[in-house]
């Protein structure tokens, strides 16, 4: 038991750092079936976001908490200029969406490090989240719990979005049928750009959240973006039930192998695991259900 | 000759005729040892594009994980070279710096030179066999696939960097010496590499071409353009897309292989997720379903990337960047679609100008000229 609690809570908290990554890409890749790169590189942005932030601020203490809207709207933002000029144009062809916005992500890679250079750039930890909490003779990092918190929540505002106004209605309807959805008067248009926004937004948070764990570089999106897509095919498309498990199940998984391993046979077993699961559930672990084969 | 870049059934061997010759008689002649050495690992990477231009562009499967098995075969002909330089039952010499000092059950195959040839083909064919089955007999396909398949190149370079003992870690393997045999350093043996090279290449275009008139290369469009009805008319489209995907993995083996001792080393950086997305790009801007295009494609963004990295590093990656996103968003048929609507315009001639008959040759591949 003294062995199991602190490894079920390292998954827990890897669980957490997944699942705001793949949040928003589970949300925007479900919408219109695209598969958005340069999510990653959002991501990035939004821990630049909490570096800037805290220089204007100059209060560690404060600029946490206002690089996490300020993040959002700096994902966001850069979410809906993506949509707009690009993947709007290349509806039909999601497997080129795909290497469109890879190429996006490079620009944006390059893009930070002309502009904050290529060593990692700090965040400080504000004051409030040093130290750990102890229960039961385990200590828990307060940043990690803190993350932890901050998934819960994005989680359940989303749902709460998706489920009770009207704007989530219309974001499901376009998710299970989106011809259906049009003719039903429903501006798919409209519901594209607002879900990429939403989606973008979220890997900014994911990004403010993440500084907290370690330094800010431009690489930082690329060592998230694989994990992320990983914990969105498990989950299954279209499903925040299923991104919130398979993001667990993942982070759960790598901690219990690194522990009985080393990290990198870990991701390597958490991909044979995964190719195993796909086995019994191609689709994932929620399906949409859709009259389309296969 | 204006076909070459799209699928016409005999002006391709016109121009791999001429290909072979300028390779193979022009190019050691004309090029300094250097600029040879350069060309030579160009043709490697041509070689992953030849399997990805099969794959990607005939059989519809985005493959972003091509770094894996590239990177299978340089390591077990990186395996091999450094076994050789250590002589008859030595250790090589980072296993004694890193540690144990012995070398792994899994290492001894490769001190045979006819087993590590077997091993260069057998490993990936062997790997991506067992992979493409479970994964296209349960039908996941498109942006699973992709995703999946990229995620394998990720979790290979991790586990090298990992088994730092075993594989050299980050460093990867290096400091050969001699290949098979052949001192490595001697200028002569290097333009047996190049010859070797070309002409792998070369045998590996005319089974690409082979594959695309048969029957199997109609199958194989067609469970790209309609798996459903393929499946529906009694074929198995999973058995078509695992054979495919078994055939660009051994190409990109058989490119990494050669690299290495073209190169001199191989290491993660070379295998991950960014060269796997990045052997890509000389496919899609070179045409990803013809038969030249992603060679030549593939040749000029390696030139181009020499030729601007060495003085703009950063002006190389928003380059690349900017090439993704061009292409693939305005042209995805590549550079080939340009000389196709040319000349289904000359043909038609119903664009009002009926172009001349003996229109001058469109330069069809001024890419192809890296020398």
């Known amino acids: 038991m003294d062995l199991l609690l602190p490894q079920l809570f390292a998954g827990l908290s890897l669980g957490s750092v997944l699942l705001l990554a793949a949040l928003g890409l589970a949300l925007t890749f479900g919408q219109m079936g695209v598969i958005n790169m340069a999510h990653g590189e959002f991501m990035m942005a939004g821990a630049y976001t909490a570096f800037v932030t805290q220089a204007l601020v100059g209060s560690a203490d404060v600029s946490l908490l206002v690089a996490l809207p300020v993040g959002f709207l700096v994902g966001g933002v850069l979410g809906l200029i993506l949509e707009a000029t690009l993947i709007r144009r290349m509806y039909h062809r999601p497997l080129d969406t795909l290497l469109v916005t890879w190429g996006v992500a490079l620009l944006l890679q390059q893009v930070a490090r002309d502009v904050f250079g290529a060593p990692n750039v700090d965040v400080s930890i504000p004051t409030w989240l040093t130290g750990a909490v102890s229960i039961g003779g385990l200590a828990l990092p307060k940043t990690r719990l803190f993350i932890l918190a901050v998934a819960i929540v994005s989680v359940l505002a989303l749902a709460v979005v998706l489920r009770s106004t009207s704007l989530g209605r219309r974001i499901r309807a376009v998710v299970q049928n989106r011809d259906l959805a049009e003719a039903s008067g429903i501006s798919s248009r409209a519901t594209d750009r607002t879900t990429f926004f939403i989606g973008s937004g979220l890997a900014g948070i994911a990004g403010v959240a993440v500084t907290l764990l370690g330094s800010t570089g431009p690489n930082l999106g690329m060592s998230y973006i694989v994990d992320a897509f990983l914990v969105v095919v498990v989950g299954g498309i279209g499903h925040i039930k299923g991104t919130v498990i398979a993001a667990a199940a993942l982070g759960l998984m790598q901690a219990f192998f690194e522990f009985s391993t080393t990290a990198s046979i870990a991701k390597v077993l958490v991909f044979v695991v995964i190719i195993a699961f796909l086995q019994v559930r191609p689709q994932g672990l929620l399906v949409t259900r859709t009259r389309s084969l296969a | ?371």
């Open chain 2, 1 to 371: 000759m204006i076909r070459i870049l799209t699928t016409g059934r005999t002006a391709p061997l016109v121009l791999l005729a001429f290909a072979a010759i300028l390779l193979f008689a022009v190019a050691p002649i004309a090029l300094s040892p250097f600029r040879l050495s350069l060309l030579a690992r160009f043709l490697c990477v041509a070689m992953v594009a030849v399997g990805i231009g099969l794959a990607w562009g005939r059989g519809g499967l985005l493959t972003l994980g091509q770094g894996l098995y590239f990177g299978l075969g340089a390591y077990v002909m990186a395996m091999h070279l450094k076994l050789a330089d250590a002589g008859p039952a030595g250790v090589p010499d980072f296993m004694t710096l890193y540690g144990t000092g012995q070398v792994p059950w899994w290492w001894e195959p490769m001190r045979s030179p006819v087993m590590t040839l077997v091993l260069i083909v057998l490993v990936p064919a062997t790997l991506a066999a067992a992979l493409g089955w479970a994964i296209f007999t349960r039908r996941v396909r498109g942006a699973y696939f992709a995703i999946l398949s990229q995620a394998l190149a990720a979790a290979f370079a991790i586990l090298l960097i990992g088994q730092q003992q075993t594989t050299g870690g980050t460093n990867g393997l290096n400091g050969f010496r001699a290949f098979f045999g052949y001192d490595l350093t001697d200028p002569v043996n290097q333009r047996m590499l190049f010859i070797i090279a070309a002409g792998v290449l070369l045998v590996m275009v005319v089974i690409a071409r082979q594959l695309m008139v048969s029957r199997f290369g109609e199958l194989l469009v067609a469970v790209r353009d309609a798996e459903d009805r393929v499946r529906f008319l009694g074929y198995d489209p999973a058995a078509v897309k695992t054979v495919v995907y078994i055939l660009a993995a051994v190409m990109a083996a058989v490119g990494g292989a050669l690299l290495v001792p073209i190169v001199g080393i191989i290491s993660p950086t070379d295998v991950g997720v960014v060269p796997s997305i990045g052997f890509l790009i000389g496919v899609a801007i070179g045409g990803r379903a013809t038969l030249l295009g992603p060679v030549l494609g593939s040749i000029a963004v390696s030139w181009a990337e020499t030729s601007v990295a060495e003085q703009f590093p950063s002006a190389w990656t928003y380059f690349q960047g900017a090439l993704f996103l061009g292409v693939i968003a305005f042209l995805p048929d590549g550079l080939a679609s340009i000389v196709r609507r040319r000349r289904a315009a000359a043909s038609s001639g119903d664009d009002g100008a009926p172009a001349p008959a003996t229109e001058p040759e469109p330069d069809a591949r001024p890419e192809g000229r890296t020398s």
